[in-house]
Nanobody, 126 residues
Framework: QVQLVESGGGSAQAGGSLRLSCAAS????????MGWFRQAPGKEREGVAV????????YYADSVKGRFTISRDNAKNTLYLQMNSLKPEDTAMYYC???????????????????WGQGTQVTVSS
């Protein structure tokens, strides 16, 4: 079992930045693909970015490419999402997730992920 706890959400103006963190309760290095997903009111959950177990490969949704950066510190069992050039359409609840497999699929499929955090709200105003 893996518990995931997100932090770092909040409010920002368009063009601003936020950094999300996700602390895992146990060792996830070399075993888990990790990812960030988001869900806006009335919309389906969508993949934002994923990173393979050793951090060597990342995949992003087209909507965030060039603006968001996913990274991980396996020594600290922590996942990050640096969000720059924020847009109002980035407003959503952001979730951290862990897949019990070291490799990630480029298609950012939510059902591949077995463990989920409670989410952290990001609100971007224009």
């Amino acid at each position: 079992q893996v518990q995931l706890v997100e932090s770092g959400g909040g409010s920002a103006q368009a063009g601003g930045s936020l950094r999300l963190s996700c602390a895992a309760s146990r060792y996830t290095s070399n075993n888990y693909c990790m990812g960030w997903f988001r869900q806006a009111p009335g919309k389906e959950r969508e993949g934002v970015a994923v990173i393979v177990a050793d951090g060597g490969v990342t995949y992003y949704a087209d909507s965030v490419k060039g603006r968001f950066t996913i990274s991980r510190d396996n020594a600290k069992n922590t996942l990050y999402l640096q969000m720059n050039s924020l847009k109002p359409e980035d407003t959503a609840m952001y979730y951290c997730a862990a897949r019990v497999y070291p490799v990630c699929a480029a298609t950012l499929v939510a059902r591949h992920f077995a463990y989920w955090g409670q989410g952290t709200q990001v609100t971007v105003s224009s």
